[in-house]
């Protein structure tokens, strides 16, 4: 899928990775959502994500964190998208405290999370204009990118990175 270049392909494409995402849920067993896997990868997130609540969560987190951020900037509350302790080459530690922060949470509330926020991000984007949204540098809080870009990545691109994970333990327990 092109990158979208209007809120309009932004918000379709949220919304069309999010449904494929819990559509390749909804096509596993209770038993299987509720599964734990061990996937191989390069990266630290495959040793980390261990079940698909996990996933889910995850996601969860980075929207609040993509909430949060917006919502103190747009009331002259200046704040950066990472907590001030974590940084781009340091976010990795900042999405192990998420999955300690949620061991005791549930699959069921994991969904209901995810859900919840998916919409409150869609209704953030649907009050900011094709020019705030694509304009770098249209906020000074967003630096030298977009804030399209922080909605992408927390949205789509996450969706997206959790679809291909999920994929990939369908197929485990499918041999």
Same mark, same amino acid.
């Given at each position: 899928?092109?990158?979208?270049?209007?809120?309009?392909?932004?918000i379709?494409?949220?919304?069309?990775? !999010?449904?494929?995402?819990?559509?390749?849920v909804?096509?596993?067993?209770?038993?299987?959502?509720?599964?734990?896997?061990?996937?191989?990868?390069?990266?630290?997130?495959?040793?980390?994500?261990?079940? &698909?609540?996990? &996933?889910?969560?995850?996601?969860?987190?980075w929207?609040?964190?993509?909430?949060?951020?917006?919502n103190?900037?747009?009331?002259?509350?200046?704040?950066? !998208?990472?907590?001030?302790?974590?940084?781009?080459?340091?976010?990795?530690?900042?999405?192990?405290? !998420?999955?300690?922060?949620?061991?005791?949470?549930?699959?069921?509330?994991?969904?209901?999370?995810?859900?919840?926020?998916?919409?409150?991000?869609m209704?953030?984007?649907?009050?900011?204009?094709?020019?705030?949204? !694509?304009?770098?540098?249209?906020?000074?809080?967003?630096?030298?990118?977009?804030?399209?870009?922080?909605?992408?990545?927390?949205?789509?691109?996450?969706?997206?990175?959790?679809?291909?994970?999920?994929?990939?333990?369908?197929?485990?327990?499918?041999?």
């Open positions: 899928m092109a990158k979208p270049t209007n809120k309009f392909d932004l379709i494409a949220s919304n069309l990775q !999010f449904s494929k995402m819990f559509d390749l909804n096509s596993l067993t209770n038993e299987e959502q509720n599964g734990s896997f061990d996937l191989d990868g390069k990266e630290a997130h495959w040793k980390r994500d261990k079940n &698909i609540r996990y &996933i889910l969560i995850h996601i969860y987190e929207h609040v964190l993509l909430l949060n951020w917006v103190s900037n747009k009331q002259n509350i200046e704040k950066q !998208f990472l907590p001030e302790q974590y940084n781009w080459r340091t976010y990795g530690e900042m999405n192990v405290l !998420f999955w300690k922060k949620h061991q005791n949470t549930s699959y069921s509330d994991s969904i209901k999370l995810l859900k919840s926020t998916h919409e409150s991000v209704n953030l984007i649907e009050n900011f204009t094709d020019e705030e949204l !694509f304009s770098k540098g249209y906020f000074p809080w967003t630096g030298g990118s977009t804030l399209m870009q922080y909605c992408l990545s927390t949205t789509s691109s996450h969706y997206i990175w959790a679809i291909t994970k999920i994929k990939k333990y369908k197929n485990s327990i499918s041999i």
